[in-house]
């Protein structure tokens, strides 16, 4: 049994508990609750509401057979109140059912920052889910009750594993919240998919997370002084707490497909014994490798042994030692580090990689171990001492895979070309992709490789950093034909969270020193399991369909270092995928005669277009464009393909629009499908213009005049849909974009589109104003302050309902010496 799994009693009966919305507390009245599911993709905090984000009457998740999914059900109420328990009802669809045992959940746990994550001391991360100094959610916390204060939010994951037995279709059931103030309950269903990803153990994905359970990490001593399981659960390693404890990590390990063993090779071997003579001939003595190889292979944890030895020593980058055992005055054996060009190196390395290799090779190893040279190597010394220790172990054990973490080009590149296993950092990755690119075509591993850096605009796993974004490396390795990730820290837990400069990096599992035989779980090590897990449907499609999966990963991670900042559409896509893994066709209608006869598809009403699906013939053209609009005839370029080799094609848009055409010649069209649904309210403003009280400058101009309501979302400030609004430092300017919708008409909501790549050039404040006349103007507040959506990109002004005929978006912005401007793009009205 998972020890995080709670095994939930049978509920009879099913009903969502009505929401209130007023927190206004009274000893005369019952306690005022409001309860809504939301997203494992996004953030909530102690002071969410249901409309920050994504608020829904039901948790409804999507899942292929053998996976996790998860999502929350958050509970508010204006006073105090303690959650006793959670349990649930089993999941049925007709007489199959998914039982209570593989659903499970935690309480949600916040960490205070103290600022945001930054590198360097300048290069900040881009789009941070909010500001720092707060308090930010990460911990999964394994009591299995809490209290909760008055008027703040309390979030609870909600996990769901859906065993490799059940059948395809839509599981229905109930969350059941009891608490000291009455009990709530949440509809809960799952879209099972019939397609199995593999276990862990049998997967192509390779998941490196470098652990300190064992002991150090080849030279990195712990800081304190303290080892850093002593330090943090007070036992130490291979005592029977510390045996109970890696219980948990083998299931933590099996659930979360982290199926890497990390080996201190040198930690183990002393651990066990090994000692060298006085003339440096060595004893090994593998024990206690044995012992921990045995005990996480036994519990089916294993793909890939890491045999951790790399060069060492505070200056490694430059100097390059070598990590040896030697005995040293007192006749004790201990670590040493010396000249990797030394007597003493090419001895320890004849030794040390012989018995190794001979070992390996006794225990049936060979195809799942791997190994080091060194970290990052840099400049002439880093070139010179990796090519050199490289050589020396090769010389001993050809056939053994080597690779390494790099960053620094162009010795990455060319280490690239030498090593078996490509593990490029993702900043040097997706700015000088070709050399990898080239290896990995060759049939060598590459797995993408994060740490304290990227920060930036890239993907990482930082606790500031949307939810989303640790989801998306796994999709970005899939769209990048990856087979793996490295994060150089899973556990380091003697760096505070205060001194760590970017949030998180130290380590991605909490300690639970309440419960010493638990590791705390976080979000962020969800969501990477569900990208990994994402990956492996994606890989199942490539079997079948490897363009279209190909193009359907692009549509999320289109071009290095662009991704999608929509939650919304990252499912709608996953959703394609799950659905044509599963054999589903892509969308019903085939369209290729209307485009055949010059006419563009009119899908009937407003639409979310999320792509369009061609397939062609033994013709096709060498470059397309995808346009979309509102009205048929102002037409916007919403997706493009640049180098089109025929076969399968899937353009991913995220658009919205009633109108959809192929910019091409349409010789060997065979389909042509749009993949979307029609939008649940209709956009106010769909394609009209509008004024400006300023002057956008040529460099960011709103060239046609619509670019806020064509539909079409900029990714990036490159793509040219964006347009700016531009400062000086420390000055504040105000600024209105207003419309005119031809006559009177009811208006609740706008919706403004926050620039996704960097949040230092969004707007402060957004209010929205009505009119009658266009010259007599009404706040009808609230303003606004930050996004407020589930991506945490959008500005939702939500009012009471009012006719009128003139609405102005209003906003303000101080400008800093970062950020001169405000990028504006998509406005929507209902």
């Not at 905090?45 to 948790?59: E, Q």
């Not at 990390?262 to 440096?280: E, F, I, S």
């Not at 369009?612 to 397309?624: E, K, M, R, S």
Request: aromatic share 10%; proline share 6%.
């Amino acid at each position: 049994m998972r020890p995080s799994r709670v095994l939930a009693t049978i509920l009879v009966t099913a009903s969502i508990t009505a929401v209130s919305t007023s927190l206004t507390p009274s000893l005369a009245q019952p306690a005022q609750t409001q309860l809504w599911a939301a997203r494992a993709a996004t953030h909530v905090f102690p002071d969410s509401l249901p409309g920050d984000t994504g608020g829904a009457s039901t948790l409804a998740l999507d899942s292929a057979r053998n996976e996790f999914e998860a999502g929350q059900v958050v509970i508010r109420r204006d006073r105090a109140f303690t959650i006793k328990r959670v349990s649930f009802s089993p999941l049925t669809a007709g007489f199959r059912q998914i039982p209570p045992s593989e659903l499970s959940y935690n309480f949600v746990k916040f960490t205070a920052l103290n600022h945001n994550s930054v590198f360097g001391g300048n290069q900040y991360v881009y789009a941070p889910s909010r500001p720092a100094p707060d308090d930010f959610p990460d911990g999964l916390s394994n009591d299995r009750s809490t209290t909760v204060e008055a008027n703040q939010a309390q979030p609870i994951w909600i996990r769901v594993h859906v065993p490799k037995y059940v059948a395809g279709g839509i599981y229905r059931g109930t969350v059941r919240i009891e608490t000291d103030r009455g009990t709530e309950t949440v509809p809960l269903s799952v879209n099972v998919r019939p397609v199995t990803i593999p276990d862990a153990k049998d997967s192509g994905f390779t998941d490196v997370e470098w652990t300190l359970f064992f002991g150090t990490v080849s030279w990195q001593e712990p800081s304190s002084g303290v080892e850093t399981m002593l330090a943090n659960y007070g036992f130490s390693p291979f005592t029977p707490k510390w045996w109970k404890l890696m219980e948990d990590y083998a299931d933590l390990r099996r659930d979360y497909r982290n199926n890497n063993l990390t080996l201190p090779m040198n930690t183990l071997l002393l651990a066990g014994g090994t000692t060298v003579d006085a003339d440096g001939k060595a004893h090994f003595d593998f024990s206690k490798i044995d012992q921990v190889v045995k005990f996480f292979t036994d519990r089916g944890t294993v793909s890939r042994l890491e045999g951790f030895w790399v060069n060492a020593g505070p200056g490694y980058w430059t100097t390059w030692d070598v990590e040896t055992l030697a005995r040293n005055a007192s006749g004790k054996t201990v670590k040493k580090n010396v000249p990797w060009t030394s007597p003493e190196a090419d001895s320890w390395i004849k030794q040390y990689v012989a018995a190794v290799r001979d070992h390996v090779q006794a225990k049936g190893w060979s195809s799942k171990w791997w190994m080091h040279v060194g970290d990052e190597p840099q400049g002439d010394q880093g070139r010179e001492g990796w090519n050199g220790i490289y050589a020396k172990i090769k010389a001993v054990w050809p056939e053994v895979k080597i690779g390494d973490a790099t960053f620094h080009d162009p010795v990455a590149s060319e280490v690239a070309q030498t090593e078996d296993i490509l593990i490029p950092n993702l900043l040097n990755y997706e700015t000088n992709p070709k050399t990898f690119d080239a290896e990995r075509a060759k049939g060598k591993d590459l797995w993408l490789y994060n740490c304290n850096i990227p920060t930036l605009g890239f993907l990482n796993r930082f606790i500031d950093q949307p939810e989303y974004y640790q989801r998306l490396i796994g999709w970005l390795a899939a769209a990048r034909n990856a087979n793996g990730h490295l994060h150089w820290a899973f556990n380091n837990w003697n760096i505070s969270m205060d001194e760590q400069d970017v949030k998180g990096d130290y380590w991605i599992v909490n300690v639970d020193k309440k419960h010493p035989n638990l590791l705390e779980r976080t979000i962020r090590l969800e969501s990477q399991r569900d990208g990994i897990e994402d990956w492996e449907v994606v890989n199942l499609l490539k079997k079948t369909h490897p363009q279209l999966a190909m193009d359907l990963a692009k549509a999320l991670v289109s071009t290095p270092g662009t991704f999608t900042g929509d939650v919304t559409f990252l499912d709608r896509i996953r959703t394609l995928v799950l659905d044509a893994a599963a054999g589903k066709p892509m969308a019903a209608e085939n369209l290729a005669a209307t485009i055949k006869s010059g006419t563009a598809v009119d899908l009937g009403s407003q639409q979310q277009v999320d792509g369009v699906y061609l397939n062609w013939g033994t013709t096709h053209p060498a470059a397309y464009t995808i346009e979309t609009s509102y009205d048929g005839v102002n037409w916007v370029t919403a997706g493009k393909r640049t180098a089109a080799d025929g076969g399968e094609d899937f353009v991913g848009l995220n658009a919205k629009a009633r109108y959809v055409r192929l910019n091409a010649p349409v010789d060997g069209l065979l389909e042509f499908k749009v993949a979307g649904a029609p939008l649940p309210r209709t956009n106010l403003v769909a394609g009209l213009t509008y004024q400006k009280s300023w002057e956008p400058p040529s460099g960011f101009p709103d060239s046609t005049g619509r670019e806020s309501t064509d539909g079409v979302i900029s990714d990036n400030w490159g793509d040219g849909r964006p347009y700016v609004i531009q400062g000086k430092a420390g000055e504040t300017k105000s600024f209105d974009v207003s419309f005119d919708l031809g006559a009177a008409k009811t208006v609740h909501e706008v919706d403004v589109q926050g620039y996704v790549e960097y949040a230092g050039y969004r707007p402060d404040t957004v209010r929205v104003l009505t009119s009658d006349d266009g010259s007599n103007w009404t706040d009808r507040g609230p303003v606004v302050t930050r996004p407020n959506d589930a991506s945490g990109n959008r500005y939702l002004v939500r009012f009471a309902p009012v006719r009128a005929q003139h609405v102005k978006v209003a906003f303000t912005r101080t400008f800093t010496p970062s950020a001169d401007g405000v990028f504006l793009d998509d406005i929507e009205m209902y």
